[in-house]
C-alpha cells in the first residue's frame, strides 16, 4: 500500500507476513496529530497471530512422537493456524456453536487441511452433554469448547490437548511480535506513547506489549500500555482476581487471573476470539502491578471504528482487533483536543475476510450492542472455586 512504511528489513524470511504500517490516511480522517502505527498478523495463510505459538507447540507434539492433538477454537482462528502445522497430526477441533455456525468457512479450511471439527458443545464428550441438556441451543463458549478436548486428551494416552491463548508459554511465543516491534519502530526512530490491543486470553496484546514493558520497566521508555476487551466479555474490567478454572467443567488446573467465573457463558458478540470468561495469569498478574490499563468497548462502537479503518486503510480487521481500532481512535481524537503529537501503536491482529456476515448485519444497521447483564457475572461469580478446598495438579 502506497501510503505506508513497509518494514521488512529487520525481519526473518518466515516471518515476513509480520509488517508494520503507519495509518497515515486513518490519522488524515481523524485530523489528528497523534502518528498511529499497527503492527499487521494478517498476512499469515490464514489470517492472524496463531501461527506464532501453533508452530512451535505442534512442533513439540511432534518430536514427542504425539498421534493425535486435540483443540478448542472460538473464533476459528486459532482451528485454522493450529491445523495449518498439525496437517502431519491426527487432529480434532471444537469449535464454538456460535462460530461454527457464523463463520462456515473457518471450519471449512480446518476441514480442508484435514482435521475433524465439531460444533461445541458436542454430544461426542460428558462434558458437551451436560450443557445440552441444561440448554440444547448453547451457542458454546471457548470455555466449554476446552472442556471438550481436554476430557478427550485426559481419555487417550496417545492425545495431547493444545491451547492458543492463555497459558504461559503462548504468551512467550508472541512475543516474537513486540521483539519486532521494538526493532521496526528503532528502525524509523519512533518511540510509542501508547501502546493498545484487545484482549481476548491476551495472547496478541501481550506478546506486543511485554517487550516493551520490559523496556518501559529497564527506563527506556515510557509507554502506557492499553487493553481493550469486549463490553459483553469484560474480564479484566469487571471481573475478580481469583483461581479458577480455565474451562467451564473445571477440567483444567486452577489459574489466579482475572475472571467472570468459568460458568459464564458470554453472548454471542461477533469477536468470537475475545469470548473467554478469564484472562491470562500473566496479563492479570501485570495488571494487578499497575503497568497497564483497561477498558471495555461495545461492539457497534468497534465496528464503527473498523469501517472508518478499512476505508482508510484498505485492510478489513476481524472483529476482534476492532476493538483496539476503536480504542486508537479515542486515543486519537483526544490528540485532536489537546493538539498532542503522541505515537500510537496498535495491535492488528487479524483479517475479517471470513467475518463479512458481520459487516453485513453491521452496514444493515442490524448490529446492536448486546445488553451486559451484572446478575449473570454475580452467578457465575459465586460458583468460582474457594483456593484450597478444591486442588488440581
Ligand atoms: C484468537 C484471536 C484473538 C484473541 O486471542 P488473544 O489471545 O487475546 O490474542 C484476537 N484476535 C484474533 C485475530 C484472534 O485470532
Redesign the pocket.
Known sequence: MAQSIFLSASVKPQLSFKVEFRAKRLEKLLDTPARIYYKYEGGSPAG???PNTAVPQVWYNAHQGVKNVVTET??G??GVRWLLRAACLISTVWQVRASYDQKPYRKLMMQTWGAKVHPSPSNITQAGRKILENDPSSPGSLGIAISEAVEVATKNADTKYCL???LNHVLLHQTVIGEECIKQMEAIGETPDVIIG????????GGLAFPFIREKLSGKINPLIRAVEPAACPSLTKGVYAYDYGDTAGMTPLMKMHTLGHDFIPDPIHAG??RYHGMAPLISHVYELGFMETLAIAQTECFAGAIQFARSEGLIP?P??THAIAATIREALHCRETGESKVILMAM??HGHFDLPAYDKYLQGGLVDLSFSEERIKASLANIPQPGLKQTV
Open positions: 492472524s497471530h496463531k472460538g473464533a482462528q486459532w492458543g491463548s492463555v484487545c484482549t481476548g486470553g491476551g495472547s496478541n496484546f476470539g475475545l476481524a476482534e482487533p491482529c487479524g
